[in-house]
């Protein structure tokens, strides 16, 4: 496979900004920036983690990868096309080659829709399916995702949150996407339901080789699943790379406090935890240098007002932080 | 000698409704003992917090019936209370966190307010009084700036400010129990670990009784002294912590554990438990487990083992135990 062709998401200087209310008439604009500078290269067919705490960006940055929003600067290349430049019919074809699922199933499914409209819908909107040939694809579907026939005209109530995202899952695979964005999919379900849904996710990776952006707060499982990952941090990725190095080697100082932060159900281990200080500073007006300054245990004085660069480390490991690299 | 704060036996909290009986609660037994911390596992659905509200006299207007042999709080019978006597109760001898802060707190109420309100229902001091202790309380938790955050209303604090909060809340009047009803499910992980290790640490400190209600093993690991795993109305495994962890005994602890990610894992499948809980209106025969247990017996679908008291002292309801120990 060539270099062109192994890499199927790429971001590019991307940013994006929402203007927020002004304080007077004739001030300044403000602006919150929500993802600055994100360049990341996401391969055919692995599972991408995308880490931070809530409010850092990483919707943002899967939204803006799905065309969802107009970047305020740089690009986004989706199999080498840059997905902004193109006309809105080329995109409209594009659009069903990525597919999203979301945090909150209960939410996310029409409750007025039965399973058999919920799952059906992108083939409707698509187009040139029959019913029947619908319904076979639509049931095809629910078994592969561990549901049944009979649950093809109950409504997303009848089901716990596990089976509502099984749906949603069915919803997001049946017209076979290459590239599926998870946001968050198992943070609003129970412990015991996750182990269920990550098998899942991995089972249909495996038999559909779709590619993942897989966004989660949870180390632990990002270490499980992942392949490449990147932490991002108000807005910047702070380290990225191969997730095997990553937490094999963890450099960057807010990484090392996430990967402390992850509970250990080990009885015997002591670790020590980092905890840190404060909470995350506003992306309105973010620091100047490097933006986990305010919290870093190992901050200087001139992290405050010189800003980091991603650098590589070692092939493939990118650390945005100057005392550790 | 130990003080036993909440000694409650054989309770049962049932919802009748028009289409049959849900039997949420089915003869549990819980004690916690001052400066003990009792965690109370389990899935969604499967009684945790109904216990909870229980043994606070919370489920008055729910329609559900409660029973119990026993339920007493620092000795005193909380069955025999009027309801006047337990809003005395409640707050100041228990007192409870809840999950999610923002709908915990009054949006249209600055948290001082709210905090003012706890000291002047039980205390009787004036509302001067009210704030010096309002601001001691919140510099207790750990909010920068109590003076200052005192006039802020829930929505200009942060999620984990607004836990704080709530935990300001639940030891203003220095209760004898804590019940705190997953405490930081909706947080973040760093901020997960800050508030956990402030429970902890006033827990501790203040030598209090707390019963921590959470589906997350995680998160109980390094904080509860005893563990109690429920599965639909029971409990099916009572044991220390440590050696809950060392060793768990029914299938369904060791699948609640082996279903955590950790850190220590290789990249690969995890351990998982197949299906959900059963509908509480229509149970499963025999043990209840039954239908998702890979070691399950015909035994097992007939008969509901009892919960047994092992010679090492654990607790565990099982048919597979049972005829492991048996002489």
């Known amino acids: 496979m060539s270099h062109k062709n192994k890499i199927l998401v790429e971001s590019s200087g991307l940013c994006v900004n929402f203007p927020v209310k002004k304080d007077a008439l004739f001030s300044k604009p403000k602006y919150l920036q929500a993802a600055t500078d994100v360049s990341i ?14 409010g850092c960006g990483k919707s943002t940055f899967a ?8 970047p305020s600067a740089g690009k986004v290349l989706f199999d080498g096309q840059d997905i902004n430049e193109l006309p809105t019919q080329q995109f409209r074809e594009m659009r069903k080659r990525m597919q999203k699922i979301f945090q909150d199933p209960g939410s996310s499914l029409n409750p007025r829709f039965t399973v058999f409209e919920l799952i059906a819908e992108p083939l409707v909107i698509r187009g040139g399916y029959t019913l029947s040939q619908q319904k076979e694809m639509v049931v095809r579907m629910l078994e592969s995702v561990g549901l049944s026939e009979a649950d093809l005209y109950r409504y997303p109530s009848d089901f716990s949150g596990g089976q509502q995202q099984r749906i949603a899952i069915a919803r997001a695979l049946i017209l076979r996407p290459e590239y599926l964005v998870c946001d968050e999919p198992v943070s609003a379900l129970d412990v015991s339901v996750h182990a269920q849904i990550l098998n899942l996710l991995m089972d249909m990776q495996k038999k559909m080789g779709i590619t993942y952006l897989f966004i989660s707060h949870n180390l632990a499982v990002v270490k499980k699943i992942c392949d490449r990952m990147a932490i991002m941090y108000l807005g ?12 094999a080697n963890p450099l960057h100082p807010y990484t090392k406090a996430l990967i402390s932060a992850v509970l250990s159900i080990d009885v015997n281990s002591d670790q020590k935890r980092i905890t840190l200080k404060g909470d995350v500073s506003s992306p309105i007006n973010p620091p100047v240098g490097c933006r986990f300054c305010k919290r870093c245990p190992a901050a200087r004085a001139d992290c405050e007002t010189e800003e ?18 | 000698m130990s003080e036993r704060v909440l000694d409650i036996r054989n309770l049962k909290v049932v919802f009748p409704n028009e289409l049959g009986i849900i039997r949420a609660v089915e003869g549990i037994d819980l004690e916690i003992e001052k400066g003990k911390c009792v965690a109370l596992v389990g899935e ?21 019936i409660v029973r119990a042999d026993k339920m007493e709080l620092c000795g005193t019978d909380i069955r025999e209370l009027s309801d006047k006597d337990m809003q005395d109760f409640r707050g100041k001898r228990i007192s409870m966190i809840f999950q999610d802060a923002l709908s915990a707190l009054n949006p249209v109420m600055t948290i001082g307010k709210q905090l003012d309100e706890i000291f002047i229902r ?11 202790h309002s601001i001691e309380a919140l510099k207790l938790v750990g909010v920068p700036d109590p003076a200052v955050r005192y006039k802020a209303y829930p929505h200009e604090l942060s999620g984990g400010m607004r836990q704080r909060v709530l935990i300001a809340m639940a030891f203003a009047c220095n209760p004898d129990l804590i019940i705190a009803d997953e405490p930081t ?6 901020i997960q670990a800050q508030v956990l290790d402030l429970l902890s640490d006033l827990q501790k400190s203040h030598h209090k009784a707390l019963l921590l209600i959470t589906h997350d093993f995680s998160v109980v690991v390094h904080m509860a002294d005893e563990i109690c795993v429920m599965y639909s109305g029971k409990i099916v495994e009572k044991a220390p912590a440590k050696e809950l962890f060392r060793e768990p005994l029914h299938p369904y602890t060791k699948g609640l554990i082996g279903s955590v990610a950790k850190m220590e894992d290789k990249k690969g499948k995890f351990i998982q438990i197949p299906d959900s809980l059963p509908n509480p209106m229509n149970k499963p025969s025999g043990c209840y487990f039954h239908p998702r247990c890979a070691c399950a017996t015909e035994k097992c679908k007939t008969y509901m083992p009892p919960l047994r008291t092992l010679e090492n002292g654990r607790q565990v309801r099982c048919w597979i135990q049972e005829e492991a120990h048996e002489p």
């Open chain 1, 41 to 54: 290269q996401i391969h055919r067919g692995e599972t991408f983690g995308l880490v931070g705490e809530s």
């Open chain 2, 122 to 132: 039980h205390f009787n001091v004036s509302k001067k009084e009210a704030k010096e």
């Open chain 1, 236 to 247: 910047k990725v702070v380290e990225y790379g191969d997730s095997e190095k990553i937490f």
């Open chain 2, 185 to 190: 499910t909706a947080l973040d992980v760093t």
């Open chain 1, 308 to 325: 980091c660069k991603l650098t590589e480390v070692e092939p493939d490991h990118f650390v945005a932080c100057r005392f550790c690299c």
């Open chain 2, 44 to 64: 969604s659905g499967c009684g945790k917090s109904v216990t909870s509200l229980a043994s606070m006299k919370l489920l008055g207007n729910s329609g559900a």
């Open chain 1, 63 to 70: 939204n803006a990868t799905l065309g969802l929003l107009k």
